[in-house]
């Protein structure tokens, strides 16, 4: 039995880019969005209710297995300078570990399918952004994908690139039902009780894995330096603002913009995928 | 010694019936000794056929309640005594000419059914298959031939008491007197012979033989198909059972049809399993009390044993016939395929009707069940013993 | 000892049957404690002595036949495979499932018909096998209850039948039907179809809901879970004997995106019924036909990683067979339970699923797409897991929490140690099979080791991450378990059985649980049900058609219709 | 011989016609040993083993006279209801020529004339009748009616069961069990 092997995989899945690299991107996150939506009232209550998580996080199984389920889908995606071989990497691994954390927190909706059913349909239109160029590419390391530029394949990239961050809110458990009317407390965004209460809670966990796998796939792979590192926490918290963003200017304008462009534009990314594997 | 005295403690019947049953028990031992030599000669198959159907006939007697036994016992052995006569005589007209007699001591009986309604199947029978015989033996156009073959063919359907000559079945009737005694009994004795006094002397032109193989062929498929949805769908539990016969007859008349060894071979096993399973089921089943709300694990099997699936004796049966539909053209298999699917649909419903069985009737079934598993799991010895 | 691992086990399964029964009939109720030990036995002797004998195939041949077909049996990779699967499943739940000693002796007879089945040398052999396997299975079942018995009794009747004639079908083309022995080209496309429609039956690996979920929604499911676990490898098994048959291949291409279209098909079934089920049993009740499913896109591929995938896939199937009966209804550890079935890292049926889709996604664009429909069903599957913490637990049954311990805890470590079995038990089945160049798609390489699992389109270090993985979610639970005091109920638990979601519990009944996604041919089959039983004759036609009348006058003994019959067929043949 | 033949089968047909218009013992009896008498003539003539030809006059000939013991007193001939018997005796007799067709040159030819014409007049009889002792007799000119169409053995089969059948009661047993 490799125990060395194993010790590294245990850094990585403990310290980076595991559980405490995603706890502190994820805090990072969510602080970014109290302070993006209400400023520092909103930093505030963001910083609250982070505290809170981490006060109820011991006795908490579904918050725990959340948790280690995101650290393992960050260890699935190439992060640089992760303590095991980048090579290691495998989309599916991390589909189906950020998948069974999303779903942890699905079991919030108890009694309210609809939230339910739209993180289910969310997940697999992100399934297909995420699977649509390992199709064409038959492969499933990130840092392969990532690397492709062949430009046969670049629309299906692009394309499934925009299908990910669209669905991206919905999987990461941010409000996206319209919500007319100006003006929107940031505690909306915390709700506490209530059906949403769990799954707010444990999205601080999949912030990075979830826009780690799309910088890890979709970007070419930065260099295994700390420069390279910063570069990919950059693109990370980028595509988290840009989610959240697109997220609640659509709110407030009253549109459902992922629930309504998500499954067609799913379906167009498929089709592409397919004509690039046929004429490739 | 004394459990033979207090059989014999009975009544005694009337004296022509012990005539009769010590009439057939020495033609039985004539037949087996084949004497007169040339008069009487017992074929092999027949002989395994008849060693099968001794313990269905002391079944019937051992079943019988006490008054009853010896009257069973008698009537057995007129049984057995035709069935080695009909096996055993190796002209067919005389074996037509016999059917007749045997036809009416079986209507003799008493019984519900008056004796010239039970007369008429063995009677068409005797007269197809004798005028069936004379027409194909007979110097003449080719029509004629064909249609001694189809009368020959006929004959055998007829005997069996199967579509489209079955006979009226009623609820209660005696064993003896009731369409088991055909169909379940004596019919099998003259299955298996006719084949070969066909083909011994090859008598049959290329056309008479198409037509002899294409009416057994087709009226084996649909006995197949009749008793096969007939024994999952009739409201008579009494013709449920006898449309089982039928599926077992379907088997054997599509076997012999084929005229090719593997089929005379199923025809042989699934008359033996006529004779040794079958029919003591049938009698089984009239004694038995009905199935209680939880069915004990014998029982269960016999759903197994019933839709012809392995270890029991349905499966070689099965298999064979298969592998000669299949050999002469695959189509034959289709219908084969569909019933023995649709036996399973009916083998839960005659199970149940032989409910959970205790005493006399549960030994009784373990033998069944033991004589069904010899022949589902080595048919190849019995094959050996019968020659084919 | 090659004859050893081919003899003992099914002898031992057989003795042990034998003995419980009589146990049983003298009064002493040690069912159990007969049986358990025999399938553990087995298991071990079947092990030690395949690695023992240097893992040779091995055929042993007998001079006489049983009911028709010649008797036989061989041991190879693929048949230590299935056997062991099978074994291992059945010493669950011999061990951890209350049995009288009746049953126990049935269940016992059922293994060692079983292993005796799969180890048949010839396929009428296994036909033979196939049915009396179905045999007895019914038996078990019919004696619990009588729910669900009739459709699983009418498919593996059916199964073993198609199943027969694809044998004598071999037997009149080729000659035999023993498997070392048939000529590569008698297995033509019509005899495969025969022979996958018996196999999908007897696996239930169909689209449609099949005896396989059916008889875990029993009352009782101790039978059910012993036909699945005995019958499930069968029915692959004779997908396996397939590529045996036709030299690693199947005849013509066609077939294996068609088998592989099934089994995504499958899956997404099953999963899409899985998050519509109405109780907790009916979830569990899908997690086989959804392991099936993904297993038979992986083994339908046609190349040796598909294969590979496939076994190991098949093994997580097995297992799940035997711990998803030891579950209780409700609670933490039957969430927990639950997710590992419905394919949670690291767990063997993690493993497995994930090899099987990146076998289809390497083996060609139209199987890649077929992958992802896999991964759909996957993730479709992962969320009823969610759902299932709303449903109403009955408080039924409290499982078996020993059981569930050993189960789990089989299956943890078969997930990490993925690459171990990869390179010591799948791959050898994949290279004795589906040889490399066998096959026209890519040939596909699969590296096992302890660190765990490679293959062109990505790794999975299942012994080193997993490991990992594994050690620090027990390590977690354990913490939970201890942080626990009383009155502090923790937020958010899986079960639903404390705390706030146990109120949302309580408060949500069965019907009020909608489905997640409402496919619109939910209840299509229903739907034509009646149509088909509302079609009647046209009331114009119905003095023609008249069966009841014909069948009157047939079955009444009269006279004039044999004269009318006889008379009609001497017209026809004298004509 | 071929006259003889002839004249046997005309006599058979005659015997078996009366046979199957008559309801009563006499008449059965009479009907019986006319045919016996007839086919045994026709298969002496068509050179079949005399003695086998005497067994088969003798077996119809002790069988029609044990029918007499039992069954409805009388002569029974032609009870109302019994014209279409009488047009089916006309029409078998046909339908046995049309079957034996070329062979009625030779005394084989004629002698299996009779024999068909009795088998398939007795046949109808015995699927149409309801009584006992009717059914008794019909069935014996069956087996004579078979007998005659064989060889030896056959002859001698008929003889025995003509026999047998005659052993049988008549008698109509009282209810159902008939």
Known sequence: MPWGDVALQLLALLVYPGALFTGAVGAVCELGIGLLLGGRAGAAEALRHLVGVLRELPGDPAALLAWLFASLAACGSSVPLA????????????????????????????????GARRLLLGQLCWLVALLAPALSALSLRPQALGAVTVPALMPVKILSGLLYLLCLPVLLGVPVEPRHGIGEPASGWWSRGGAAALSTRLRVFLWLPACGLLASAEVPPPPADPTGALRFLGVVLGLAAAAVGSAAVARRLGWSLQLRLAPPLAGLVLVAAVVTMVTS | MTALRAWFRDPRPGWWLLLAGAAGAAMTLLCLLGRPPGTLLLPPPSRVLLAFSAPAVALMVWLAPRGDRLERLCAGLVGLGSQAVLASVPDLLAVAVLLVPVGFAVAARPGRRSLSARVRGPALA??????????????????????????????????????????????????????????????????????????????????????????????????????????????????????????????????????????????????????????????????????????????????????????????????????????????????????????????????????????????????????????????????????? | ?????????????????????????????????????????????????????????????????????????????????????????????????????????????????ALGTLAASSLSLTAFGLSVCSGLVWTALAWDERTEVGATWGALSLAWVLLLWAAVVLEVVGGTSVYSAVPVTALQAPVFLLLAAAALLCAGALPWRTWVSLVWRRARPASGSLAVAV???????????????????????????????????????????????????????????????????????????????????????????????????????????????FGAPPALVFGGWLLCVQAALEAGPVT???????????????????????????????????????????????????????????????????????????????GGGAVGVTVPSGSWPAGALGGAVAIV?????????????????????????????????????????????????RDLRDRLATRLRGLRVPSQYRSLVRPNAVAAAATRGRPWFWALVTLALALVVTR | ????????????????????????????????????????????????????AAALAAGGAAGSLLRLRDGEPGWGLMRPGSTPRLVAALLVFLAAVLLVGAGLGVPTGVARLGAIAVALLALLRLLTVERRSPALGSGAALALGLGALGGGTGLMAAAVAAVALGTLSGAEAPGPGR
């Open chain 1, 83 to 114: 303590p095991a071989a980048s090579s290691d990497g495998n989309l599916l691994l991390s589909a189906v570990a950020l998948a069974a954390a999303a779903w942890l927190g699905g079991m919030a909706f108890s009694g309210e399918e609809g």
């Open chain 2, 126 to 388: 005797a007269a197809l298959l004798g005028l069936g015989w004379a027409l194909l033996r007979s110097p003449g156009p080719a029509w004629l031939g064909r249609l001694g073959a189809l009368g020959v063919a006929l004959g055998l359907v007829a005997v069996g008491g199967l579509v489209p000559y079955l006979q009226e079945v009623e609820d209660g009737e005696p064993a003896e007197t009731s369409y088991l005694a055909w169909t379940g009994f004596l019919a099998p004795a003259l299955a298996l012979v006719l084949p070969f006094r066909l083909l011994q002397g090859h008598l049959l032109t290329p056309d008479e033989g198409m037509v002899v193989g294409a009416v057994l062929v087709g009226l084996g498929a649909l006995n197949l198909a009749w008793g096969a949805v007939g024994a999952w769908r009739t409201a008579s539990l009494a013709e449920a059972w006898r449309d089982s016969f039928l599926v077992d007859w379907g088997f054997a008349l599509i076997g012999l049809g084929l005229f090719e060894r593997d089929g005379l071979a199923a025809a042989y096993l699934a008359m033996l399993a006529v004779l040794g399973v079958r029919t003591p089921l049938a009698l089984l089943a009239r004694t038995a009390p009905a199935a209680g709300t939880s069915p004990r694990p014998l029982a269960l099997v016999l759903v197994v044993l019933l839709a012809g699936a392995a270890p029991f004796s349905g499966f070689p049966v099965r298999l064979l016939v298969l592998r000669a539909a299949t050999e002469l053209a695959w189509p034959l298999a289709i219908p084969l395929l569909m019933a023995m699917a649709l036996a399973a649909a009916h083998a839960l419903r005659l199970a149940r009707a032989l409910g959970s069985p205790r005493g006399r009737d549960a030994i009784g079934l373990a033998v069944v069940l033991a004589v069904s598993l010899v022949l589902g799991l080595v048919p190849g010895i019995l094959r050996g013993l019968g020659g084919i």
């Open chain 3, 1 to 113: 000892m090659s004859l050893a691992a081919m003899l003992v086990p099914p002898a031992l399964l057989a003795a042990a049957a034998i003995l419980s029964w009589s146990l049983g009939h003298t009064g002493v109720g040690a069912g159990r404690v007969v049986c358990a030990p025999a399938a553990w036995l087995a298991a071990g002797v079947e092990a030690v002595a395949w690695w023992w004998g240097g893992r040779v195939p091995l055929e042993l041949s007998l001079p006489f036949g049983l009911a028709g077909a010649p008797l036989g049996v061989k041991l190879d990779s693929s048949i230590f495979a299935l056997q062991m699967i099978t074994l291992l499943a059945l010493a669950l739940l011999f061990t951890f499932q209350p049995r009288d000693p009746g049953r126990a002796a049935l269940a016992s007879l059922v293994g060692g018909v």
């Open chain 3, 231 to 341: 019958l499930v490898p069968l029915g692959f098994s004779l997908l396996l004997r397939a590529y045996a048959l036709g030299a690693g291949q199947w005849p013509g291409g066609w077939l294996h995106p068609l088998l592989a279209g099934l089994g995504a098909a499958t899956a997404l079934a099953a999963a899409g019924r899985a998050q519509a089920a109405g109780s907790v049993r009916a979830v569990r009740a899908e997690a086989v036909p959804l392991g099936a499913g993904l297993t038979l896109l992986g083994l339908a591929l046609g190349t040796p990683l598909g294969v590979a995938a496939a076994v190991l896939s098949l093994g997580g199937l097995g297992l799940v067979a035997g711990l998803v009966p030891l579950l209780p209804e409700g609670g933490l550890v039957a969430s927990l339970g639950d997710a590992l079935a």
């Open chain 3, 368 to 446: 890649g797409l077929m992958g992802l429909v896999g991964v759909f069903a996957w993730s479709v599957g992962l969320a009823a897991v969610a759902r299932a913490t709303w449903l109403p637990a009955p408080a039924a049954r409290s499982g078996s929490p020993v059981g569930l311990a050993v189960g789990a805890g089989l299956l943890l470590a078969a997930g990490v140690g993925l690459g171990g079995l990869a390179s010591l038990v799948a791959a050898p089945v994949a290279s004795d099979l589906a040889p490399p160049g066998s096959h026209g798609a890519a040939v596909s390489y699969l």
């Open chain 3, 473 to 521: 979610g027990v390590v977690l639970l354990a913490i939970v378990g201890l942080l626990r005091r009383p009155g502090r109920e923790p937020i958010r638990p899986l079960s639903g059985v404390e705390g706030e979601p146990a109120r949302a519990r309580r408060s949500v009944s069965a019907l009020e649980v909608k489905p997640l996604i409402e496919p619109p041919w």
């Open chain 4, 1 to 52: 011989m071929e006259a003889a033949a002839a004249a046997g089968a005309v006599l058979a047909w005659l015997g078996v016609s009366l046979l199957s218009l008559a309801d009563a013992r006499r008449g059965l009896a009479l009907g019986l040993v006319t045919t016996a008498l007839g086919l045994a003539l026709a298969a002496a003539a068509s050179g079949r083993q005399p003695s086998a």
